[in-house]
């Protein structure tokens, strides 16, 4: 069985832009999360989405968001970018209770 | 809210032989996971091992095992027979399951292994 796939792997984006990540579950898993990870702030979660509707949320702000599809995929989309939104990017999919994560996204803001 | 603290920024053992990796935690439910996974330089976290608080019984899976104790809100990883590839950093996380689906996985800081030839 495939694993969770993200795309793109690598962005690089100016201060001002903003950018969309997509992430590919596991087939049968319905239950997708975000987190980002820096050096600073470690691990933090950004949001889950099961069956299209966004059940949990972390303490991001609104330039933040995402959304989940039919077929479980998910995007994140962050709009006006800062330098500070430069991270690694990791998606994860569950069934029950486990997640498994994606290898991220790394998004450079210059 | 939920905490988690791994207190040993890094860590260093010889190849083939053990070592352990501290984490505490807080929180005031019953029924949550617990789960370590390690994150090596390629940056692909991979789950080594999970723990439900209600069994009593310490999760193994081969080289790896825990030591669950609940009281103590404590959770650690023996390694055993060291081996070079174990060598990545090391995430301790805690999540309140929903629904038995997901969740939220609150991150320790990490502990950073070296295995050393």
């Known amino acids: 069985k495939a694993g969770v796939t993200q795309t793109p792997r690598y962005l690089i984006k100016t201060r001002g832009q903003q950018v969309t990540l997509s992430c590919s579950p596991i087939s049968g898993h319905r239950s997708v999360s975000w987190y980002q990870q820096t050096p600073g702030q470690g691990l933090q979660f950004l949001f889950e989405?099961?069956?299209?509707?966004?059940?949990n949320k972390g303490n991001f702000p609104g330039r933040f968001s995402g959304r989940q599809f039919s077929n479980s995929r998910s995007e994140m989309n962050v709009s006006t970018l800062e330098l500070g939104d430069s991270a690694l990017y990791l998606c994860?999919?569950?069934?029950?209770?486990?997640?498994?994560f994606g290898p991220g996204t790394r998004l450079t803001v210059l | 809210a939920q905490t988690v603290t791994q207190s040993q920024p890094e860590m260093s053992v010889q190849e083939a032989e053990t070592v352990t990796l501290s984490c505490t935690y807080d929180?005031?439910?019953?029924?949550?996971?617990l789960f370590w996974y390690k994150q090596p330089p390629s940056r692909q976290m991979i789950l080594v091992i999970r723990q439900e608080a209600y069994k009593q019984q310490n999760a193994t899976e081969n080289r790896f095992s825990v030591n669950f104790q609940k009281a103590a809100k404590s959770f650690s990883l023996k390694i055993s027979d060291s081996q070079l590839g174990d060598t990545a950093m090391y995430f301790c996380a805690f999540m309140k399951p929903i629904y038995n689906q997901g969740g939220k996985l609150i991150f320790g800081q990490g502990t950073e292994l070296s295995v050393k030839p």
């Open positions: 929180t005031s439910e019953n029924n949550y996971y």
């Open positions: 989405y099961f069956s299209e509707t966004q059940r």
């Open positions: 994860a999919s569950s069934l029950v209770g486990t997640q498994y």
